[in-house]
């Protein structure tokens, strides 16, 4: 016999029923973001045109690769700008 008060069986219903609750779980660049549903826990990131998709680990390793390509020209651009601030 199945338990109804199984919470991963709760959380789906609820979000099938009323839709998901996401909040921003991390900021990959300045346009591309991944959210998580705060019920079920499902995980979307913004594609190119800024639409929410399912996190694959496809697009992990290229949220991934975006990542660390975005931080490293933000500290170039940074270091940059503090030296011609010092010049």
């Given amino acids: 016999m199945e338990n109804s008060n199984n919470p991963k069986?709760?959380?789906?219903?609820y979000c099938?029923?009323?839709g998901h609750n996401y909040f921003l779980s991390k900021k990959v660049t300045y346009h591309i973001k991944e959210y998580t549903c705060k019920s079920c826990k499902k995980q979307v990131t913004t594609n190119v045109h800024g639409?929410?998709?399912?996190?694959?680990p496809k697009y992990k390793e290229?949220?991934?690769?975006?990542?660390?390509?975005?931080?490293?020209?933000?500290?170039?651009l940074q270091n940059k700008s503090n030296v011609?601030?010092?010049?």
Avoid: G, P, Y
């Avoid at 290229?62 to 170039?76: G, Y």
């Fill in 9 to 13: 069986l709760t959380a789906k219903l």
């Fill in 16 to 18: 099938a029923l009323f």
């Fill in 51 to 56: 639409d929410l998709i399912d996190l694959t």
């Fill in 62 to 76: 290229i949220n991934s690769v975006l990542e660390r390509v975005h931080n490293k020209r933000k500290l170039r």
């Fill in 84 to 87: 011609s601030s010092i010049i």
